[in-house]
């Protein structure tokens, strides 16, 4: 079994920083054969694509939305990935979730992943 833990969250003034981390975990998981990712869920809104990152860590995609402001990595050694936020705007607000799969396209849809995280919550106040 897989195991996706989201830690990094918190309550942001807006045109502040944070930064989300991902731990992955399993008997047999090993980052490196997955493509990782970042969606997030505002309150009445559908899960939203915001950052994916390729198996290798090469190759990384970012929502409109975001692009200049976030920044996804990942530490395949440590099974981690990260998301940096800068620039938060109220927008932003919504809880964070991090995905894997097996994926081998760009991962920005909800369905290239299998494993998800239980999220964490960012709130950015104005």
């Known amino acids: 079994q897989v195991q996706l833990v989201e830690s990094g969250g918190g309550l942001v003034q807006a045109g502040g920083s944070l930064r989300l981390s991902c731990a992955a975990s399993?008997?047999?998981?090993?980052?490196?054969?997955?493509?990782m990712g970042w969606f997030r869920q505002a309150p009445g809104k559908e899960r939203e694509f915001v950052a994916a990152?390729?198996?290798?860590?090469?190759?990384?995609y970012y929502a409109d939305s975001v692009k200049g402001r976030f920044t996804i990595s990942r530490d395949n050694a440590k099974n981690m990935m990260y998301l940096q936020m800068n620039s938060l705007k109220p927008e932003d607000t919504a809880v964070y979730y991090c995905?894997?799969?097996?994926?081998?396209?760009?991962?920005?849809?909800?369905?290239?992943?299998?494993?998800w995280g239980q999220g964490t919550q960012v709130t950015v106040s104005s």
């Open positions: 995905a894997a799969g097996p994926t081998r396209s760009s991962g920005t849809r909800i369905d290239e992943y299998e494993y």
């Open positions: 990152i390729s198996r290798s860590g090469v190759s990384t």
């Open positions: 399993g008997r047999t998981f090993s980052s490196s054969r997955y493509t």
